[in-house]
């Protein structure tokens, strides 16, 4: 009645279907985990440079510099099915309204780091040295929320801001925004949310005061490469 393959394609059934449940239970055990994380971020110094931004770069442009102070605390979002966590800083803009495009924002990412858990450090981009610093620092850990907390002074941004005008010099009402993307081990990519979801809560703080750009200044006729603007701490 039951042949070898019918028997075989009835034990790989029940094992699928094993399977999908307990990850749609494992999926599912998020939403029981509190996530309440918060930021404070503000910019420290603004550099508005006109050059070539990048070295593949074909010709001259103004691009913004952005160093920033930032003290976040993501460790509610760390659960024993994270695998790792993308956080990154925004600069955010209007845009000019042209024709159809109202209520549009500018946006560009200026720095990014990726955070793993202690059982993705496999992962992690890093030299043989500090990656073996990393393991010891969470042996015998699979939870390490301490690695949710950031703490930086006058950090250099990763990425310079351009636009496709070539101008970003007087842009205003700029602000920074921190951003973070959970990839957990089984369920599906989360964003930071802009609002309260059961025990999920959106970020607190994580926005910045609004600023303006500087201008590039000129001297002697010829543009000077560089204009700084520094906020009090």
């Given at each position: ?90 600069a955010e803009w209007p845009a000019a309204p042209t024709g159809d495009n109202m209520n549009q924002t500018n ?127």
């Amino acid at each position: 009645m039951y042949n070898s393959l019918t028997r075989v394609q009835n034990v790989f059934g029940f094992f699928t279907t094993v399977a999908f449940v307990v990850a749609a239970l494992i999926a599912a055990s998020d939403f029981t985990t509190p996530r309440t994380p918060s930021a404070v971020i503000k910019p420290t110094n603004v550099q508005v440079v006109k050059g070539r931004p990048h070295y593949y770069s074909t010709k001259k442009e103004e691009y913004a510099i952005i160093k920033f102070s930032l003290d976040a605390d993501l460790s509610s979002l760390f659960t024993w099915n994270t695998k790792q966590l993308f956080v990154y800083v925004t600069a955010e803009w209007p845009a000019a309204p042209t024709g159809d495009n109202m209520n549009q924002t500018n946006k560009a990412v200026i720095w990014d780091s990726i955070i793993t858990s202690p059982s993705a450090d496999h992962l992690s981009n890093l030299g043989p040295v500090a990656l073996k610093k990393l393991r010891r620092s969470a042996a015998g850990k699979t939870v390490d929320p301490g690695r949710g907390k950031l703490s930086l002074k006058n950090q250099k941004p990763k990425y310079q801001i351009t636009h496709p005008t070539g101008r970003i010099a007087e842009t205003g009402d700029v602000v920074l925004h921190v951003n973070y993307n959970i990839q957990p081990w089984v369920g599906v990519l989360t964003w930071n949310q802009g609002f309260d979801l059961g025990l999920w809560k959106k970020m607190a703080g994580g926005i910045s005061t609004a600023f303006e750009l500087p201008s590039l200044k000129k001297k002697d006729g010829d543009e000077k490469s560089k204009t700084k603007q520094k906020y009090k701490q």
